[in-house]
């Protein structure tokens, strides 16, 4: 699956008084029609988009679809399989923000919703970048609730973490044969000296939370104290332990220049550049959660030279067949995003309007090197995988295919197949 993204992030800042909305500032609430048909023209297949969350969810129950309603039809038209996104960074500001208990159900009737509405939508990213998001916003400070503690932090996380669990389980009740891609940022820390050793091996730790929990995955004894400690309770815990729904889903892996990080002594991080790279960080994270993995997001800068987001992307190619060469079944590859994006130089503490060249286009929808090479990179490789493959089909129904013979026993299928969470047979991790 080769993709790419429509930028959609809406985190809020200044105390929940800013929206940061990356589909207004890259102009495509004006230009949709023009970016869907980039898309095709660059033969991606596959788009992660999603409805804008804030915009379309206007309370318990209460939806504005019009936006959605347009540009889903077209995606369909143009027979583009769409990888849902329904919460990136942010949440509608009648919810307030990830600190809210509410959110966790709430979400899941709003996930039904919409697979009710698109019913021929087959792939979700339900919230993405969960730690991330927990992350920026409960312990940096950055975003939402702008919080920094370890309790805010394992609220946010848990929170987010179940809604994302609530949405799979209603749309599954919809569309049973529904896969979900957990776009999810693959993080390591380095330990700058011995000192450093403990703090890194808890950061290290704690970059799996998020999938643990969204895996039904037991965490270690170290992980399990932390969150007892900091608010989770045992029945919270056990809800994840009671809902394992990995059966469904491809593990997303995110990968950045600045997902590595240096640790120092008293836990301070800095970035650490590539040291590991993709395919042993992603073998790292195969190995805990045996699934199918898809490479979901990476970009770099247009720099200079004009050829550095071109390297860039060789390289992250060259790992992506790398952990597919070593046994790692990997279904896809994704550069992040269509378009240039903005104010991400500042990881949206600020709203600035500062262009970020990081799209295959630019915010003009003029192609950039590396939308060329990417181009370039989908027609020689897209005929040969097939061919190569370890007998690994994803079970994909496309939009022009939904109400086919085929895809109706497909979804009869699967709908047989699912199991309740309280039925469901007790599974060693690993398997």
């Known amino acids: 699956m080769f993709a790419t993204g429509v930028e959609n992030s809406v985190p809020t800042i200044d105390n929940g008084r800013v929206r940061v909305d990356e589909m207004e500032s890259c102009h495509h609430y004006e230009r949709w029609r023009e970016d869907f048909a980039l898309v095709q023209e660059m033969e991606i297949g596959y788009l992660r988009y999603g409805p804008p969350i804030h915009r379309t969810w206007?309370?318990?129950?209460?939806?504005?679809?019009?936006?959605?309603?347009?540009?889903?039809?077209?995606?369909?038209?143009?027979?583009?399989?769409?990888?849902?996104?329904?919460?990136?960074?942010?949440?509608?500001?009648?919810?307030?923000?990830?600190?809210?208990?509410?959110?966790?159900?709430?979400?899941?009737?709003?996930?039904?919703?919409f697979s009710e509405r698109f019913p021929w939508v087959q792939l979700y990213t339900p919230v993405n970048e969960m730690f991330i998001c927990a992350t920026f916003s409960a312990r940096y400070g950055w975003w939402n609730e702008q919080l920094s503690s370890d309790v805010a932090f394992v609220t946010a996380l848990k929170h987010i973490v179940r809604a994302n669990v609530m949405a799979m389980r209603q749309i599954l009740e919809v569309r049973p044969d529904a896969i979900f891609i957990q776009s999810e940022s693959s993080e390591y820390f380095h330990a700058e000296s011995p000192s450093a050793i403990k703090p890194a091996e808890i950061m290290n730790s704690q970059r799996f939370l998020s999938l643990d929990l969204n895996y039904g995955r037991r965490v270690d004894s170290e992980m399990?104290?932390?969150?007892?400690?900091?608010?989770?309770?045992?029945?919270?815990?056990?809800?994840?332990?009671?809902?394992?729904?990995?059966?469904?889903?491809?593990?997303?892996?995110?990968?950045?220049?600045?997902?590595?990080?240096?640790?120092?002594?008293?836990?301070?991080?800095?970035?650490?550049?590539?040291?590991?790279?993709?395919?042993?960080?992603?073998?790292?994270?195969?190995?805990?959660?045996?699934?199918?993995?898809?490479?979901?997001?990476?970009?770099?800068?247009?720099?200079?030279?004009?050829?550095?987001?071109?390297d860039w992307m060789w390289k992250q190619w060259a790992n992506v067949l790398r952990v597919r060469n070593d046994g790692v079944p990997i279904v896809g590859f994704t550069w992040y995003s269509l378009t240039d994006q903005v104010d991400w130089d500042?990881?949206?503490?600020?709203?600035?309007?500062?262009?970020?060249?990081?799209?295959?286009?630019?915010?003009?929808?003029?192609?950039?090197?590396?939308?060329?090479?990417?181009?370039?990179?989908?027609?020689?490789w897209r005929d040969v995988l097939p061919t190569q493959s370890m007998c690994l089909a994803v079970p994909l129904v496309m939009p022009s295919d939904a109400e086919r013979a085929?895809?109706?026993?497909?979804?009869?299928?699967?709908?047989?197949?699912?199991?309740?969470?309280?039925?469901?047979?007790?599974?060693?991790?690993g398997e």
């Not at 309370?59 to 329904?86: C, H, M, Q, S």
């Not at 990081?358 to 020689?380: C, E, M, S, T, W």
């Not at 497909?410 to 047979?425: E, L, N, V």
């Open 224 to 310: 399990y104290e932390y969150l007892m400690d900091h608010g989770m309770t045992r029945e919270e815990y056990h809800f994840f332990l009671d809902n394992r729904l990995k059966q469904h889903c491809i593990m997303g892996n995110d990968y950045y220049v600045t997902n590595e990080h240096r640790v120092a002594a008293d836990g301070a991080t800095r970035a650490s550049g590539e040291i590991f790279g993709y395919s042993e960080i992603t073998r790292q994270y195969h190995q805990r959660y045996h699934l199918p993995v898809m490479h979901t997001e990476t970009n770099l800068s247009e720099g200079p030279l004009g050829t550095e987001a071109v």
């Open 346 to 380: 500042s990881a949206l503490r600020e709203k600035n309007g500062n262009v970020n060249p990081l799209g295959l286009f630019d915010l003009d929808r003029k192609i950039r090197p590396v939308g060329k090479a990417y181009k370039r990179l989908i027609q020689q």
């Open 406 to 429: 085929y895809a109706v026993e497909q979804r009869a299928r699967a709908k047989h197949m699912i199991r309740s969470p309280s039925a469901s047979p007790a599974v060693q991790d």
């Open 58 to 113: 206007m309370g318990p129950g209460r939806y504005d679809w019009d936006f959605a309603d347009e540009t889903f039809a077209e995606l369909k038209r143009l027979n583009i399989v769409p990888i849902v996104d329904l919460c990136h960074f942010g949440v509608p500001d009648w919810i307030g923000n990830f600190q809210n208990p509410d959110f966790c159900d709430l979400f899941g009737v709003y996930a039904r919703a």
